[in-house]
C-alpha cells in the first residue's frame, strides 16, 4: 500500500513540475510560439482549420496561454490528479 502512495505522489508531482518544461520545450514559450517549432505547427494547423485564426478556447491558445502566463490552480491540481493516477497505474499494472 506504501509503495502506491509513494508512486501517485511522486507521479503527481512530478507531472506538475515537469508541465512548464515540457510546454518550452515544444515551443509554447513565455514570449509566445516559438519558429519552427511543433507549437508552430500546431498553430498553423488550427489556423488553416479555422479559416486563418486560432479559437479562443482553443488547444493551441489553452497551452499557449499556460506558456506564457503558467498554469493556473485547476490546470496544476489537474496535472497533478493525471500523473497521480498514472502513478498509481503504473503501480498496480
Known sequence: MASYIVATATLGRGAVVS???VLGAVGFTSAGIAAG???ASMMSAAAV?????VAA???VAVLQSAGMAGLS??????VGSVGGAVGFLATVI
Open 19 to 21: 508541465a512548464p518544461i
Open 37 to 39: 517549432s511543433y507549437a
Open 49 to 53: 482549420a479555422n479559416g486563418g485564426g
Open 57 to 59: 478556447g482553443s488547444l
Open 73 to 78: 490552480g485547476a490546470a496544476t491540481a489537474a
